[in-house]
């Protein structure tokens, strides 16, 4: 489905026009997880850190339910120790805590609901060693949604957090 923003109305596929900016949009639900992202790009570091225990480096707060693929490139080039970084919703930690020597991109498929919050949590293994975060985003299945809610034109906003 595409979708076409000109001056102050949206164009959908199927022709109709809407004139009024979107307020209180529903979550959208029954999600599957694919690879329209929503959320940071994988670039330059976000966020580091050189603790030993695991902290909160960055969240998105879930604007649908059901199944999204969280993706996230991590780690550090320096090789010089093992990284270590986990998916965590809600604040509780979500499948296996991943390792890494290097730079590396990661993916984990969630279950979620409207309002979830979608963390990463990271630590280095190495006293004054870097674990960077270079990017952190949620993929769905639907490219109408993700152009949607990255759209700065609706209120619905991401829920970016970092």
């Known amino acids: 489905m595409a979708v076409t923003v000109s001056g102050t109305s949206i164009t959908f596929n199927d022709a109709t026009v809407q004139t009024t900016a979107a307020t209180g949009v529903g979550a ?8 329209y992202y929503y959320g940071y790009s994988l670039g330059t570091p976000m966020a580091q850190t050189i603790s030993g225990s695991a902290i909160k480096m960055a969240e998105i707060r879930a604007q649908c ?3 999204v693929r969280v993706q996230w490139a991590w780690g ?3 090789g010089v120790t093992t990284y270590y970084s ?3 919703k809600n604040g509780v930690a979500q499948g296996t805590e991943l390792s890494t020597g290097t730079r590396t991109v990661s993916t984990f498929d969630l279950a979620i609901a409207a309002n979830d919050l979608v963390q990463i949590y990271m630590r280095s293994g190495g006293t004054c060693n870097t674990n960077s975060l270079y990017g952190f985003r949620i993929g ?3 490219p109408a ?3 949607i809610h ?3 034109w609706f209120n619905t906003g991401l829920g ?3």
Do not use: C, K
């Not at 639900?29 to 694919?34: D, H, K, L, M, R």
């Open 65 to 67: 339910s059901g199944t």
């Open 140 to 142: 769905i299945s639907s």
């Open 160 to 162: 970016l957090i970092y």
């Open 28 to 35: 959208l639900t029954g999600v599957t997880a694919g690879t």
């Open 76 to 78: 550090s080039s320096s």
């Open 150 to 152: 990255n759209n700065p």
């Open 86 to 88: 986990r998916v965590y």
């Open 145 to 147: 949604y993700v152009e």
